[in-house]
Nanobody
Framework: HVQLVESGGGSVQAGGSLTLSCSAS?????MAWFRQVPGKEREGVAS???????VYSDSVKGRFIIDNRTAKDTLTLQMNSLKPEDTAIYYC???????????????????WGQGTQVTVS
């Protein structure tokens, strides 16, 4: 069983930046960040697989960066040029499974963090 601990959420003005961090206990293969707004489906934001390949959703491409250089089982999400529509609860997720390509599908992930609120005004 893998536990995920997220940190770094908060409130920021439009155009600002925030960094989220996720630390996993135990073996991980793929890691990803998702977000969810009440009443909407969970949306994949950014992901990397065990080959360190990365994928971003079109809505954040060019603004968000995931980086796991600090530690194998830690994934940070640097969020720049934030917009009000980025407001959501952000979740870290991981999977033991090997993904030949990085994936943004929630069904490809087995373990989830509790979520951290990001509010952009």
């Amino acid at each position: 069983h893998v536990q995920l601990v997220e940190s770094g959420g908060g409130s920021v003005q439009a155009g600002g930046s925030l960094t989220l961090s996720c630390s996993a206990s135990g073996f991980t293969s793929s890691m990803a960040w998702f977000r969810q707004v009440p009443g909407k489906e969970r949306e994949g934001v950014a992901s990397r697989n065990s080959l360190r390949e990365r994928v971003y959703s079109d809505s954040v491409k060019g603004r968000f960066i995931i980086d796991n250089r600090t530690a194998k089982d830690t994934l940070t999400l640097q969020m720049n040029s934030l917009k009000p529509e980025d407001t959501a609860i952000y979740y870290c997720a991981t999977s033991h499974r090997f993904h030949s390509s990085p994936t943004l599908s929630p069904t490809d992930f087995d373990y989830w963090g509790q979520g951290t609120q990001v509010t952009v005004s």
